[in-house]
C-alpha cells in the first residue's frame, strides 16, 4: 500500500512537471555499499558490504543557462550480512540454542527503498559533450526490511527447531544527501548519460533487533555508480 501511494505521488508529479521540463530519462545503477553498525553494547558486530541494482527515472528542469534542477525517483535494494555471537543471541533468546550451533551465525539483511533525489545540476556548457556536477538532498522511504539466515544449520541435531528470531527495523523514512559527478554525450534527441555519485544518510536507516530486543543501529554510505539515456525536446 505505502509502495502504490508513493509511486502514484511520484507519477503525477513527473507528469505535472513534464511540460516545464527540458528532458527526461532512465538510468540503471550499481549501489556499492559501505555498511557501518552501532552496537547498543559492547559487544560488535562484523558488517559485509554487497552490491545490489539501482533502477532511477530523471526528470530535468531548468533554470536557465547552466543550472537545471534534477528530480530522480529511484528504486534502490541494500544488503549487509552480519556475523552475530551464537553466546551473545543465547542471552537474548527465550529458549536455549543448541550447543551444536556454531560460535557465530551469519545473516543476510536486505533493505528496498524509493528514493527522491531533488538535485542542483550545474554543466559545463549547454551544447556537445559536457560534464556536469550535482548535489541536493535525497528523501528515502523505506519499504521493507527482511533478514535469512545464511549459515546452514540443517545438518545440526536438534530436538526442536529454534527460531533465530534476528532481524532490522527500518525507519519509514530516511533524510540523506546526494553529491556526484558525471557526462552527457548528445546523440541528436537521445544522449548518453554516465555519472557516480556518494549517498549518505543524515539519520539512522535501521535498528538491528534479536528476539524484540534492539542490538544497535546500521547505516550506509553508498557509492552509486549511473549509465542511461536521456531525451531532449
Same mark, same amino acid.
Given at each position: 500500500m505505502l509502495f502504490r501511494y508513493v509511486f502514484c505521488l511520484v507519477c503525477g508529479a513527473? @507528469?505535472? #512537471? &513534464?511540460?516545464?521540463?527540458? #528532458? /527526461?530519462? @532512465?538510468? =540503471?545503477?550499481?549501489?556499492?555499499?559501505?555498511?557501518? $553498525?552501532?552496537?547498543? &553494547?559492547a559487544a560488535n558486530l562484523t558488517t559485509g558490504n554487497m552490491g545490489n541494482f539501482t533502477l532511477a527515472l530523471v526528470q530535468e528542469f531548468p533554470l536557465g543557462g547552466i543550472f537545471a534542477i534534477q528530480l530522480e525517483? *529511484? $528504486? &534502490? !535494494? +541494500?544488503?549487509? *550480512?552480519?556475523?552475530i555471537l551464537? /553466546?551473545?543471541?543465547?542471552? $537474548?533468546?527465550p529458549d536455549s540454542i543448541p550447543s551444536t550451533f556454531p560460535s557465530a551465525l551469519e545473516f543476510e539483511h536486505q533493505i528496498t527503498s524509493v528514493e527522491i533525489p531533488i538535485l542542483l545540476k550545474i554543466s559545463t556548457g549547454t551544447e556537445g559533450i559536457r560534464g556536469y556536477l550535482f548535489a541536493g538532498p535525497n528523501v528515502r522511504i523505506q519499504l521493507s526490511a527482511v533478514t535469512r539466515l545464511r549459515t546452514d544449520t540443517t545438518? =545440526?541435531?536438534? %530436538?526442536?527447531? @529454534?527460531?533465530? %528470531?534476528? +532481524?532490522?527495523?527500518?525507519?519509514?523514512? !530516511?533524510?540523506?544527501?546526494?553529491?556526484?559527478?558525471?557526462?552527457? @554525450?548528445?546523440?541528436?534527441?537521445?544522449s548518453l548519460v554516465a555519472d557516480a555519485r556518494y549517498t549518505f544518510p543524515i539519520t539512522d536507516m535501521s535498528s538491528l533487533e534479536a528476539f524484540g530486543r534492539r542490538l544497535g543501529t546500521l547505516n550506509s554510505n553508498d557509492i552509486r555508480i549511473f549509465a542511461g539515456l536521456m531525451f531532449r525536446w
Open positions: 513527473l @507528469i505535472a #512537471g &513534464s511540460a516545464w521540463a527540458q #528532458g /527526461s530519462g @532512465i538510468k =540503471l545503477g550499481a549501489t556499492l555499499p559501505n555498511w557501518r $553498525y552501532a552496537a547498543d &553494547s525517483p *529511484t $528504486y &534502490s !535494494v +541494500r544488503t549487509t *550480512t552480519t556475523d551464537t /553466546s551473545m543471541l543465547a542471552q $537474548y533468546s545438518n =545440526l541435531n536438534t %530436538d526442536t527447531q @529454534i527460531p533465530l %528470531d534476528v +532481524r532490522p527495523k527500518a525507519r519509514t523514512a !530516511v533524510a540523506a544527501a546526494d553529491i556526484g559527478a558525471g557526462i552527457e @554525450i548528445p546523440l541528436g534527441l537521445v
